[in-house]
């Protein structure tokens, strides 16, 4: 349930635009990894930081956690992290179709 709380918080920070802010509260939601949706979202979350701050190799990480478990997370979750599901198929994609990382 904390980890669920870091969320909220980092959802609020991006609406402040304190990214960095947001950075460190989704790092704090993997390092408790007490919530595999909340875990998640984190990783999905950092991936897309990552790739748009072109660290393409630590975006690459982030992503591959979702990747590695999106069939069980689709057969788990239902579509409740089908966004976090999409977002990392289409960046992995852009990642490896311009060898990015």
Do not use: P, R, W
Request: overall charge negative; aromatic content about 8%.
């Amino acid at each position: 349930m904390k980890a669920e709380l870091y969320i909220n918080k980092a959802s609020m920070q991006i609406k402040k635009c304190d990214i960095d802010g947001a950075v460190c509260s989704m790092k704090k939601v993997i390092e408790m990894n007490d919530d595999k949706v909340s875990n998640v979202q984190a990783h999905c979350f950092l991936g897309e930081y990552y790739f748009v701050n072109q660290n393409y190799t630590l975006a690459k990480e982030h992503l591959d956690y979702i990747l590695e478990q999106q069939e069980e997370l689709e057969n788990e979750y239902d579509d409740l992290l089908n966004d976090e599901i999409i977002n990392a198929n289409a960046l992995m994609e852009l990642i490896s179709k311009y060898s990015l990382a």
